[in-house]
């Protein structure tokens, strides 16, 4: 293929290939010159032109296929337009040449229509440039056409639209021929060519002024003819020309052309007036219509109707929004008057009716809801109410004559219905759709909304009444905050006019409706509701039978409100079951022999009533299982029970009562049937097992005789087929647009359609996706479909043997029927037994022995060639079902046999196209079958009928089969891979493209083959190349293909092929194809081009955006005028447009993903431009919303928001990308912008630091950083936050509290001290404060206080009078708390206001924990800074009086905080008891929730107990636990807290508790809550939940109290510890390690505290006695054993074990003995995991301190091997001379324990001893053990940890011969270091040892060592220190010999100081040395002379004498002193500021 790839045709290799090779390579060789000639030079072109023009006319010979025919004309139009012109007239005569010729055989054909593309392209092309000749060819064309066949007609028309486009008004002179032309074409037989002649017609019109003027009449009359018989297609075009030409004719210009045609202006009235008639009369004209009207025989046929509908919607979209919104009144009257009684023929049918409520309301839908922004919205539903108001007067006047024509007016008042019907379903939608926005409308008292839909509730007629009813339940879904409120109207209402029939049953379909609506207000309504419908249901049931006029509606009414009242759940209907139960069981009769004695009373109208009353029993108890699922335990199905088998019974006796009392009672039982099986149908079978026999039967008998002649397949069997396989079925049947209306032209001609007044018990169900209002179908269908269910349901229940004779019973009808009925019988049977197949397959049973299987087969083998190409899927299906079912290779190889022997003999249609698709069904069920020749059979058989081109539905099943079996299959297809993509590519390459179906099938099965290859793709082998380069051919043919959903199929194998291959497709071709197709009008195209897109943008979403501007920029004239958006907006853009203007679910969804890839990739590279876009969206609406009030009392901050909310200021007037979009698209901007800084912070700093990114801003213009905008985040976080749209508000405070979160911190570099959110105060205020007023819905507040919290929390602003504002809003909601849950409002459910009240106290919580802290961290600047959750954790403003000023703010109301926390602690206790608690918790709930609510309030509870739990601990410990509040005792705390003390009686507990015992409970609360959570936290819980639980902990235990309580419950204590180590175990986050240890280092600070106590109060009793006699506290007794699971010494070294060997496994001796762990090798901890071993090793050392002596000697060598192990294992030397902090952290430990009192104990003196001696063994041990890895061990921390031992512990430890020699050993090596550090510090640690005051211990060391230092410091005398280092290591050695001199004993220190005299003069220097020397040089004179000054006169003697005996020595020292004398005296004085290291280890290791 890649040969074909040049200018001119390659000659040679096209004569060698294949005849099927030729046209690959033709085709392919075109679509490569199409892309090459626009970008080949004009010269180039030039030299070639002549042989390219002769090889490409050459092909038109070729009888070339569609395809390559479009593609030769389009390049020669491109060669010449490029090119020289001089040859075309040339080309044209040939080409008129060829369409003269008089050969019609079939094969010559294929060149002419050739002929007839390529005269069009040229003539589109190069337009006026080939002057006249067009008149000749045009009159060449036409006159072919007069015998062309279908083919060359289509052609033929779309030849003449381009030559039209390429000529414009110089085609004039042909305009009527052309018109003439297409007229005959317009009404066609063949659709392709109606399409045709329609696109013709539509491009005559912009020139041909005649269409749209004088010849209206005619034009519109030929569309409306054009539309009979039409299919979709048909239909959209000619709508399309119809809605066009008028809307041409509405607002053309009179020009002077028009003068001359006399031409009159039309006016708006004329225009509908027209389209009204096809409405009205249909396609018969004007006059000849009125004939058939006096015979009264003229119907208008569905189609005409449909496309008239359809040429409404396409005429105002064209005239566009603002035409609509100036004219919507004019336009309304007219759409409305379509159904009103002047037209009675219309209507005179109610399916009439029906069809045309349809009509109109997707009128008003797709214009109304699909044009108009939410402002032009709410003023069309003011004029659809003012409609609805005349309307009403009307009725109310007639219904008040009460003359002798009140017959006449009643009917006039019925008259009305349909018009009131379809403006209530529109008002209904438009508010749904504005939800929340629609608030003004609706307070609008002028309109009054409510008002006009309540009074119409009345109607006489049930439709109205049932669309009112729903109209008010679309208010309520859109505004929750209406529920109650219209709930308590229609209750009121309905009590009020319980004597009224039109009263009973509209109120209470209105209050059903409203129930139904309540599942979709997440806010609920008050509970008692329930309460009061139930009461008012049991009511109206008990009063039925009182007044025999209105007891038919009040026992329906009854039940309507039960079953509605169903809906709520569970929780409401527990409360009312055993009251609903009982009306059950009285509603049936107990026994058969009560029926039989009910037949023989009553008459018709009992009946009636009867029938009604138990139908609505049945449905309310079906609701009941539907929806309380959980509430059917085995007690209640027992109680369900009895009524059932009497409810059969009368299913049984039904007919002969239908007999008894006649036709009035038809419908009533039909609608029992209906309700009764679909109960059954849903209840387990096992219930109703004894009445299977009798059910079945009346079964059989409603499918095999039904009363209905309707064949209903078109809702029946859809759900039974695949969805992939009603593809085959044409468009009617896939999703569309316009699928509202289409689907009646489904249901044939004697059914429209399902409409609300044929069951209202849907009122209340959920709706099905995509509908508006719900649309049962009549009861006669829907009784067959509810039957055709249950059978299912049955026939897999019953046993084998009553199968047979079932199916037998079936055969047997169908076989007794004939004809048209025969079919609806084989219809009925079909679905039935399709569902019980598919219960069968899904529950796994078996179908029975051979008969049944026998039976079964012929059931569906008959309907397998049934006529009814619907039917034929579904059997084809069945069958597949049945193999499955009955899983037996043998008997599914025969079902695939009969189908081939059928295929080779039969020749009809019908049963080519059932077996073929039978075939690829089975395997969709079996898989592959496996054997590879059954595969090769089929293929084989499916090859040879895809290619019969005598049936186009032939080829389309057995393609469409194929494509099954391509997929399923498997690899056992890829054998016949490439024969079968030939096979795909010849048919693309031939089937004319008018049979679209074929090329769809063609599509799925190239979409499966690329699926088949899948990864093989990207191979590079020439097979692999070849298929590749095949299936790109075939994606480019269907790309060109004109259908839509071929061209959707094309997407999609693009977007498959991109996934396997991405290299291999062109990414700008395709990202340019799916930009031109973004707004399609076919939905499935559509999805098709958003679904590519979204997996395109998952990988490389920059490039597609890039390609999307640059081809707009290029802007060929083939992009449609909606992508004009992309240059300005970007695809991204376009896309957000294409979201705001879209109604489909699915669609919206996808687009939402594709622009959430996009964010995620590009957000942070293209910053400005998204949050740009989502400031317009947000933005277009401001001024609608007329900036939520400001409050204007402060004025100094509404002159700042006033400027702020100028919001559109800054955008240009003119351009605004987005007009009025959408609140749910605001919504989705306003998320965007929340991801855009989610993604910013994963991106770097600079997005959070504004000095740093202007710096890089300066550096380079083009980085762009979110600081920057953030003027602009507030700005639309205020514009969401001050909305009319409730969510739209949600989401607005969640971007503002994200931006106060990330932005908190952020210093303004202008104004030190300050942060940059500062400035933004009045904003923040201005957006709050909307929230807190009093009607806002309780979940924005909620929402609102936890931005208040996170505002004040945050630091911003630490002015206190800045701070009240929105302090302020916090006091306010408090005082609203304070009211308790009674006071809160009755609109919602009672478990909002849990949810509000919750959220202000936690907001209050956060506040005051951030108070408490930040004056913590002020008072104490060294501790350790805690961070709060969620706070910024940065500098805080060091303006002490903010702190303390947010805590006075607090303080003020902290005495009601603390007791309304507290309450909420009581109750989130309660609320976490384990079920079994349940019946014991109080039975009217707790302080803020109500029992009722319990499950509702729960996850509110959850949500906000952390910071209430931590702050409540904070206010006790604030005050030690002490402060009781007198009356509180009473009040709160009588509330019983625990299980144990809720049953007892009140009277047994003391009233008053003291003090003592208030505190005791709270802390039980307390430690209840955490233990609770902590045990068990859900994987889900919070971080922040766990952080405050610690950190409640944590405070508690800072106090006293609290610790004396825990220490002194050592199983308390134990408890705690086992929950800690639990979840340091679970939870890897070292900030819950962290907190978790530090909880356990203060409950051992307790338990320490607490011996130290018992010890201290037994000395003192014991006084006098002797010590030894002292009992043993602390644990291990007298024994030393420690009991695991009751100690808490070993629960903490548990706990410490587990932190230790995470961090380090190294220390688990089990380890180290494995070859696994290398021991010796380091590493270095991460800084928190040495956080966490530093923490671990400081709670060790303390432990001894609550065990007893022989405790402590038991725990002794554990703690003793983990410190010095983590000594030896973290030991690692540091560039800087650092300690690790483990090391720092394990000597501290150590030094801790070695000082512990145990040693010195007299019990474990000896023990420690020993144990201690060892220790230091392994410590010296350390250096022996490490041989080649010397450099890394730490000398310096090892000699440390030997220091610690030898001045800790007591002598006898250490004096011990050997260990002191290796000691001194140590130190001899490490002082010979050439570090000048570890010298220094080694001479530390030995000036602190010779210090010892114990002589045993020092003397060894210093005669040992002293010599060597000595030795040392006089070698310096010649070497000079030549840096800091070194000079440190001289001044530590100095101070260590002056040291020694001060400690050796008299005799000794002459010789010491005349050692150390010489050696400190030695560093003198003179005057002129001093100025010249170097820094230490000089730091060591002055050093020295410092130190002489100070020896000098304490040993005077020795000095004078040597001064004496040396006289160099003297000169040195007196010219130094004289000379320095000033300067001495000042750095004197500044080392005495700053003295040296103090002489103690304890200085050295307190920095640990």
Same mark, same amino acid.
């Given at each position: ?27 392919? /060789? ?31 010979? *070729?009888?070339? @296929? ?6 030769v004309a389009k390049n020669l139009a491109v060669l010449y337009s490029t090119g020289d012109t001089f040859s075309v007239y040339q080309t044209i005569d040939k080409c008129n040449e060829l369409i003269r010729s008089k050969d019609d055989s079939p094969s010559y054909l294929p060149t002419k229509l050739a002929a007839v593309v390529c005269l069009g392209y040229l003539y589109k092309k190069l337009g006026r440039i080939l002057g006249n000749s067009f008149t000749d060819t045009v009159g060449n064309v036409l006159k072919a056409m007069k015998n062309a066949e279908s083919q060359g007609r289509y052609e033929i028309m779309l030849s003449l639209q381009n030559i039209l486009n390429g000529l414009g008004a110089a ?112 396609? $018969? ?162 309109? @009054? ?17 049932? %669309? ?47 129930? @139904? ?12 509701? @329930? ?68 037949? #023989? ?85 096992? #219930? ?13 008998? !409603? ?22 396989? &009603? ?171 009969? +189908? ?56 389309? /099943? ?63 082998? %020439? ?147 998204? &949050? ?37 200021? !800054? ?39 504004? #000095? ?108 206190? *009078? ?182 007892? !009686? ?28 902590? $045990?068990?936290?859900?994987? !889900? ?30 199983? &308390? ?86 932190? &230790? ?93 070695? +000082? ?46 030997? %220091? ?110 005349? $050692? ?77 500021? *700053? ?14």
């Open positions: 293929m890649e040969l074909a790839h040049s200018l001119l045709l390659n000659e040679e290799v096209y004569n060698q290939l294949g005849e099927f090779q030729k046209a690959e390579f033709i085709f392919e /060789w075109l679509q490569f010159l199409e892309k090459l000639l626009p970008v080949t030079s004009r010269t180039d072109i030039r030299e070639n032109q002549k042989k390219l023009v002769e090889q490409l006319t050459s092909l038109l010979n *070729n009888s070339p @296929g569609p395809p390559t025919r479009r593609l085609a004039i002179p042909c305009h009527r021929d052309i018109y003439k032309a297409a007229r005959s074409c317009l009404t066609d037989r063949s659709m392709a060519v109606r399409c045709a002649a329609a696109k013709c017609l539509l491009e005559l019109q912009n020139e041909a002024v005649f269409m749209w003027s004088t010849d209206l009449d005619s034009v519109v009359t030929l569309c409306f003819k054009s539309f009979e018989g039409s299919n979709y297609d048909v239909r959209l075009a000619v709508a399309k020309l119809l809605g066009t030409v008028l809307a041409r004719a509405l607002t053309s210009k009179q020009t002077t052309a028009s003068a001359r045609h006399n031409f009159r202006r039309i006016s708006l009235e004329e225009v509908m007036e027209l389209l009204g008639t096809g409405f009205l009369r249909g396609s $018969c004209g004007f006059l000849r219509a009125s004939g058939d009207m006096l015979k009264g025989t003229s119907s208008v046929s569905r189609d005409v109707r449909v496309g008239v509908t359809q040429a409404y919607v396409v005429f105002v979209s064209t005239l566009g929004a603002q035409w609509l919104e100036r004219n919507f009144s004019a336009f309304l009257s007219h759409i409305l008057d379509l159904v009103s009684q002047s037209h009675p023929k219309v209507i005179h049918s109610q399916m009439d009716a029906i069809g045309c409520r349809r009509c109109v309301s997707f009128i008003l839908r797709a214009t109304v809801g699909g044009l108009l922004g939410e402002k032009a919205q709410i003023a069309a539903a003011k004029e659809i109410c003012q409609a609805i108001w005349k309307l009403k007067k009307v009725v109310d006047t007639a219904m008040s004559d009460n003359n002798s024509e009140t017959r006449v007016s009643t009917t006039d008042a019925t008259a009305s219905q349909h018009v009131l019907v379809c403006a209530l379903q529109e008002l209904g939608s438009l508010i749904h759709g504005l939800g929340t926005t629609a608030a003004p409308l609706l307070q609008d008292s002028s309109t @009054g909304v409510l008002e006009a839909v309540i009074s119409v509730i009345l109607h006489p007629s049930i439709s109205v009444r049932l %669309t009112a009813a729903w109209c008010l339940r679309c208010i309520a879904v859109a505004l929750p905050y209406y529920v109650s409120l219209l709930l308590d109207r229609c209750i009121e209402r309905l009590s009020a006019l319980k004597s009224s029939p039109e009263g009973v049953t509209g109120y209470s379909f209105a209050v059903a409706a409203l129930l @139904g609506a309540v599942k979709h207000c997440p806010l609920g309504i008050p509970h008692g509701k @329930g309460k009061v419908i139930m009461t008012v249901a049991e009511d109206l049931l008990c009063s039925a039978s009182q007044n025999s006029r209105i007891s038919l509606q009040r026992t329906q009414a009854g039940w309507l409100l039960i079953a509605a009242l169903m809906t709520l759940g569970p929780a409401v209907v527990q409360h009312h079951l055993p009251r609903m139960l009982l009306l059950w069981k009285c509603i049936f009769p107990s026994c058969p022999k009560d029926l039989e004695t009910e037949k #023989t009373r009553g008459d018709s109208f009992t009946w009636q009533v009867t029938l009604e009353g138990r139908a609505g029993a049945l449905c309310a108890i079906k609701s009941f299982v539907s929806h309380c699922a959980g509430l059917l335990t085995d007690e209640v199905v027992q109680r369900l029970l009895p009524p059932l088998p009497s409810a059969v019974d009368l299913l049984t006796q039904l007919s002969s009562i239908y007999k008894s009392y006649g036709n009035s009672l038809k419908t009533p039982s039909t609608v029992y049937r209906h309700k009764l099986y679909e109960l059954l149908a849903v209840l387990p079978p096992k #219930t109703y097992e004894g009445s299977f026999c009798a059910v079945l039967k009346e079964l059989v008998a !409603d499918l095999t005789v039904p009363d209905s002649q309707i064949d209903a397949s078109t809702f029946l069997l859809p759900p039974l087929c695949h969805e992939n396989d &009603l593809l085959l079925l044409g468009p009617l049947l896939q999703e569309t647009d316009h699928r509202f209306i289409e689907e009646q032209l489904l249901l044939g001609n004697s059914i429209a359609g399902g409409s609300l007044e044929y069951d209202p018990y849907s009122i209340y169900e959920k709706v099905a996706k995509g509908d508006s209002v719900p649309k049962p179908l009549p009861p006669i269908l829907s009784v067959i479909s509810a039957a055709t269910r249950l059978f299912g349901v049955m026939f897999s229940h019953v046993a084998e043997s009553h199968r047979l004779q079932v199916l037998e019973q079936l055969l047997n009808s169908i076989k007794q029927t004939k004809g048209s009925r025969q079919q609806i019988v084989q219809l009925n049977v079909v679905s039935a037994f399709s569902t019980s197949l598919k219960h069968l397959a899904n529950c796994k049973g078996s179908l029975g022995p051979e008969e049944v299987r026998r039976s079964a087969l012929a059931v569906v083998m008959g309907a397998l060639e049934s006529n009814n190409p619907l039917l034929r899927c579904a059997a084809a299906e069945c069958l597949a079902r049945l193999a499955q079912v009955v899983s037996d290779s043998a008997f599914t190889a025969g079902l695939a046999q009969v +189908s081939f022997d059928k295929l080779k003999s039969a020749r009809d249609v019908v049963s080519r196209t059932g077996h073929s698709l039978a075939l690829g069904c089975l395997y969709r069920y079996l898989g592959g079958i496996g054997s590879t020749q059954h595969l090769n059979a089929c293929v084989g058989i499916l090859y040879t009928l895809s290619q019969d081109s005598t049936s186009p539905d032939v080829q389309a /099943w057995a393609l469409h089969s194929l494509a099954l079996i391509v997929d399923l299959a498997g690899p056992l297809y890829h054998v016949h891979v490439e024969p079968t993509l030939s096979l795909v590519l010849m048919l693309l390459l031939t089937v004319p493209p008018a049979y679209t179906e074929v090329h769809q099938s063609l599509g799925r099965c190239l979409n499966a083959l690329i699926t088949t290859l899948g990864p093989e793709l990207q191979g590079s082998s %020439t097979t692999v190349s070849a298929l590749r380069t095949s299936c790109l051919l075939g994606c480019a043919v269907m790309q060109d293909n004109p259908d839509c959903l071929v061209q959707a199929q094309a997407i999609s194998c693009l977007q498959q092929l991109h996934m396997f291959a991405p290299r291999h497709v062109n990414l700008s071709s395709l990202v340019s194809c799916l930009c031109v197709n973004l707004c399609s009008s076919y939905l499935l195209l559509r999805r098709a081009v958003v679904a590519c897109l979204r997996q395109l943008v998952q990988r490389e979403a920059a490039e597609v955006s890039e390609y999307a501007v640059a081809l707009v920029k290029e802007s060929r004239e083939d992009f449609t005028p909606a992508d004009v958006n992309i240059r300005e907006i970007g695809l991204e853009g376009a896309l957000l447009g294409l979201l705001d203007k879209e109604l489909d679910q699915r669609l919206c969804q996808d687009i939402k993903e594709t622009l959430t890839h996009m964010l995620t990739s590009m957000a942070v590279e293209k910053l400005s431009f998204w &949050l740009k876009l989502c400031k317009d969206v947000l933005a277009a609406s401001a001024d609608f919303n007329t900036v939520a009030s400001v409050d204007t009392t402060q004025e100094e901050e509404t002159a700042k928001v006033d400027d702020g909310s100028v919001l559109t200021s !800054d955008s240009d007037e003119r351009f605004h990308p987005f007009s009025n979009p959408r609140w749910s698209t605001r919504v989705f901007a306003a998320e965007c912008v929340c991801k855009i800084i989610s993604q910013c912070e994963n991106a770097g700093s600079a997005h959070f630091d504004i #000095t740093l990114a202007q710096e890089r801003k300066q550096r380079d213009s083009r980085d762009d950083f979110l600081v920057l905008h953030l003027a602009d985040l507030i700005r639309m976080a205020f514009m969401a936050a001050t909305d009319h749209s409730d969510q739209l508000r949600l989401s607005g405070l969640q971007t503002l509290l994200i931006v106060v979160r990330k932005f908190a911190a952020v210093p303004e570099p202008e104004f030190p001290g300050h942060v940059i959110l500062e400035q933004y105060q009045a904003n923040v205020g201005a957006a709050l404060r909307p929230a807190f007023a009093p009607e806002t819905p309780p979940d924005v507040t909620a929402k609102a206080c936890q931005v208040c919290s996170a505002w004040i929390a945050s630091g911003v602003v630490s002015d206190l *009078n800045d701070l009240r504002r929105v302090h302020q809003l916090l006091v306010s909601s408090l005082l609203k708390v304070q009211a308790g849950k009674e006071a809160q409002s009755q609109q919602y459910n009672e478990s909002t206001s849990t949810m509000e009240i919750l959220a202000v106290l936690k907001a209050w919580a956060e506040v005051y924990i951030v108070a408490v802290e930040k004056q913590k961290n002020q008072s104490d600047a060294h501790n350790y800074c805690l961070k709060v959750a969620n706070s910024a954790e940065e500098s805080y403003k060091g303006v002490t009086s903010s702190a303390s000023g947010l805590l006075d703010l607090v303080q003020a109301d902290l005495g009601i905080l603390s007791k309304l926390w507290l309450s909420a602690l009581q109750d989130f206790a309660l609320l976490t008891l384990p079920s079994e608690y349940a019946l014991q918790l109080p039975a009217e709930g707790g302080t803020f929730y109500t029992a009722e609510t319990i499950e509702n309030a729960r996850p509110h509870y959850y949500n906000s107990w952390a910071l209430i739990l931590y702050a409540t601990v904070l206010w006790l410990t604030s005050t030690g636990f002490i402060v009781v509040d007198p009356d509180e005792g009473v009040t709160n705390l009588s509330r019983p807290v625990t299980p144990t003390t809720m049953c007892q !009686d009140s009277s047994t507990r003391p009233l008053v508790k003291s003090p003592e015992d208030v505190n005791t409970d709270r802390f039980h609360l307390i430690l209840g809550i955490t233990v609770e959570f902590l $045990c068990s936290p859900r994987s !889900d819980a919070a971080m922040e939940n766990i952080i405050a639980c610690l950190r409640a902990l944590q405070t508690l235990f800072d106090v006293p109290w609290p610790r004396s309580k825990i220490g002194g419950d050592q199983e &308390l204590g134990v408890e705690l510890l086992n929950v800690l180590h639990r979840l340091i175990l679970t939870r890897e986050s070292p900030d819950i390690q962290l907190a978790a240890l530090e909880v356990v280092r203060l409950i051992l600070f307790a338990a320490q505290e607490h011996v130290k106590e018992k010890r201290r109060s037994a000395e003192v009793d014991d006084g006098a006695a002797e010590k030894e006699t002292l009992p043993e506290f602390g644990e291990g007794k007298d024994t030393g054993g420690l009991v695991p699971g009751k100690s808490l010494v070993f629960a903490t070294l548990e706990l410490c074990v587990c932190i &230790l060997v995470r961090q380090l496994p190294q220390l688990n001796p089990k380890l180290t003995c494995s070859p696994a762990v290398q021991s010796g090798k380091h590493l270095l901890l991460s800084e928190d995991g040495s956080r966490l071993v530093a923490v671990a090793l400081v709670i060790l050392s303390d432990v001894p301190a609550i065990c007893s002596p022989e405790g402590s000697v038991s725990v002794l060598p554990t703690i003793l091997y983990l410190i010095i192990g983590v000594l030896k294992e973290t030991a690692v030397k540091l560039r800087d001379g650092q300690l690790p902090l483990t090391v720092a952290a394990s000597l501290q430990a150590l030094k801790g324990l070695l +000082s512990s009192p145990m040693a010195r104990a007299e019990k474990s003196r000896t023990a420690w001893t020993d144990l201690l001696r060892s220790a230091l063994v392994t410590v010296l041990d350390c250096w022996d053990q490490v041989d080649g890895l010397l450099q890394e061990l730490d000398e310096v921390s090892l000699l440390t940890a030997i %220091t610690v031992f030898v001045m800790s512990t007591s002598p006898e430890v250490t004096t011990v011969e050997c260990l002191q020699k290796r000691c001194i050993e140590k130190f001899k090596i490490t002082l010979d270091s050439k570090d000048p550090l570890v010298q220094c510090k080694c001479y530390q640690l030995l000036h602190s040892i010779f210090q010892h005051p114990n002589k045993t211990v020092s003397y060894p060391y210093i005669h040992s060592l002293a010599p060597s230092i000595v030795g040392k410091l006089q070698e310096t005398e010649k070497a000079k220190p030549e840096n800091a280092a070194e000079l440190q290591v001289i001044q530590e050695g100095i101070k260590v010999v002056t040291a020694l001199t001060a400690t050796a004993e008299e005799e000794h220190r002459a010789h010491l100081v005349a $050692c150390l005299l010489p050696i400190l003069i030695s560093f003198l220097l003179d005057e002129n040395a001093l100025a010249s020397a170097t820094k230490s040089a000089k730091n060591l004179h002055e050093f020295a002379l410092q130190n002489l000054m100070q020896i000098g006169p304490q040993y005077s003697s020795v000095f004078k004498k040597l001064m004496a005996s040396s006289p160099t020595m003297k000169a040195r020292l007196e010219s130094a002193v004289k000379g320095n004398q000033e300067s001495v005296k000042v750095k004197t004085a500044k080392h005495a500021k *700053n003295p040296g290291k103090s002489s103690s280890i304890q200085l050295k290791t307190n920095f640990l």
